[in-house]
């Protein structure tokens, strides 16, 4: 098309005539529309290249810090395997020793062997994937015997630990896996909630399912750090190392449930759901309802 408007431009320029000057402003104007077009065309392509690009680095940056990730949970698990062989053995020895003696003291030292076994199971966790031996369990039992352990840690900060449970609350689950992430979520929120607070631990029936929270009275998780929780060595306690909550992640993931964390500036709740609960229909009393 515009060879012909040249070749037409040209022969008029022969014939002379006042018409060429108007056929030279219109062929000008032509010109400057087909210029700006393709300016736009580029300013339009060079926008979507540059998107491109920065979703391109922002993928790069997620794959790097995944590599990064996992290579600090690789050389975690090696030193955990380390751990286990070093520390385990002489714990097992100061429990069965301290075990055979009498008295308060006696008893607060195999308490707080058991908790830093628990630490180091957390550690060794990592090493190893999460297998659960499933069975009917009962969760009153577990809520309470999670209350007892943690009972005198509660005493020194004047946190008063209660227990609610519905009756014939049953799941099938690993209760030593099922012990292991409560305790977790209790330590956390001991750590977290200031003296004379609370600590609830309620289970509650919901048709084929069992949820169970840890309700405490602590300050709330920043809601700019609430989605990086579960994620492994994060933490923002200084008494923490970031474990604790990612293995409970882990262990719920394991039996086919789910976790939820709701918190404000009044306290923290997290819920778990398991949906592979049973319910004793025998069981008729009214709701188990306990407090320090």
Request: glycine share 6%.
């Amino acid at each position: 098309m515009l060879v012909l408007k040249l070749h037409i431009w040209s022969a008029m320029r022969q014939l002379g005539g006042d018409a060429a000057p108007h056929f030279e402003y219109v062929m000008l104007q032509d010109l400057i529309a087909r210029f700006q077009a393709s300016s736009q065309s580029l300013e339009h392509s060079y926008a979507e290249l540059q998107e491109r690009v920065t979703v391109l680095s922002a993928e790069l940056e997620r794959e790097r810090e995944e590599r990064v990730r996992l290579e600090r949970l690789a050389a975690m698990g090696e030193m955990a395997m380390e751990l286990a062989h070093e520390i385990r053995n002489p714990l097992a020895s100061i429990e069965l020793y301290a075990s055979m003696l009498q008295g308060e003291y006696a008893a607060e030292i195999v308490r707080s062997v058991r908790l830093l076994n628990h630490t180091l199971t957390n550690t060794l966790q990592f090493g190893r994937p999460v297998v659960p031996v499933c069975e009917p369990t009962s969760v009153a039992a577990l809520l309470q015997r999670v209350s007892s352990f943690v009972e005198p840690i509660a005493a020194r900060k004047r946190i008063e630990m209660e227990i609610r449970c519905d009756p014939g609350c049953t799941i099938v689950a690993d209760p030593e896996l099922m012990h292991r992430m409560l305790l977790n979520l209790v330590l956390n929120a001991l750590r977290e909630t200031p003296a004379d607070g609370t600590i609830r631990l309620v289970a509650e029936v919901s048709g084929s399912d069992v949820l169970i929270s840890v309700v405490d009275s602590g300050p709330g998780i920043p809601e700019q750090t609430r989605a990086r929780i579960f994620d492994p060595m994060f933490s923002t306690h200084r008494e923490g190392c970031g474990l604790g909550l990612s293995i409970v992640k882990r262990i719920v993931d394991s039996h086919d449930g789910a976790v939820q964390v709701s918190s404000s500036p009044k306290g923290t709740i997290f819920e778990i759901r398991l949906n592979n609960a049973e319910r004793d229909v025998e069981v008729v009393s009214e709701p188990v309802t306990c407090s320090r």
